[in-house]
């Protein structure tokens, strides 16, 4: 994605003008975007379901009993992932299928909203597109990989790494960089424009906070203005047009 639509500008960044133009866009596009936000809603509940089926035979079970002649408590852990192994594999698994999903749809969003922010209108056949997405998946686990080492050092750690690379998936799908090029990208990127960033990173997470409270309906709304915002933010703050 390069460039822009006629009628498109460079703008001066602000925070508030970003969750403007957000919420602008949206209603010029709210139902592409309604109907892509309840769709993978329904896709994440359906893999929870499916994955939590699947590998329940593996969840470890534990059993208490209480012994009265000593009055001690006693614990044992049984079934299949009973013992370290059994427990990390049943983890693993667990984990792996969701986080997989996680990715995609975490990558179609940004699709979308990065085509949003470029051409002004869309349609919901954007969500449905798969250009550069295995190479976002193997972003998305190296992203995953350097936020472990984050929690090793340090949980706050954690945090910093995950907070600068937030923006490896625009740079794949907008740039067709490679993982470890969109991840260094990233890191360049939310350092040049810290204080922007963590203002709109606060924003993101009251809007979505509001949007989760209003019985969770709000997040039709916040999902997509939220989303939107940070598509403008990568492209304003890059020096790139947006659309008018």
Partial sequence: MAGGPPGATTAVYSVSDAFNYGWKKFQENWVPWVLAVIAMAAISLLVQVINGVLWSPLAPKVDVTFDAVTGQVQ????????????????????????AIVGWI?????????LATVENGKIDFSIFTKTTMLGTVLVASLLSAVFTSLGILACFVGAIVVSFFIQYFAYFVLDKGEQPMESIKSSFSFVNQHLANIFVLFLGSVVALIIGALLCGVGLLVAVPVVAIAQAYTYRVLRGEPVAA
Avoid: V
Avoid at 81 to 97: M, Q
Avoid at 105 to 113: H, M, Y
């Fill in 105 to 113: 749809l975490s990558a179609q969003i940004i699709r979308g909203a």
């Fill in 75 to 98: 614990t044992s852990t049984g079934g299949l992932g009973g013992g370290f192994f059994g427990s990390l594999l049943y983890a693993t698994l667990s984990y792996f299928i969701p």
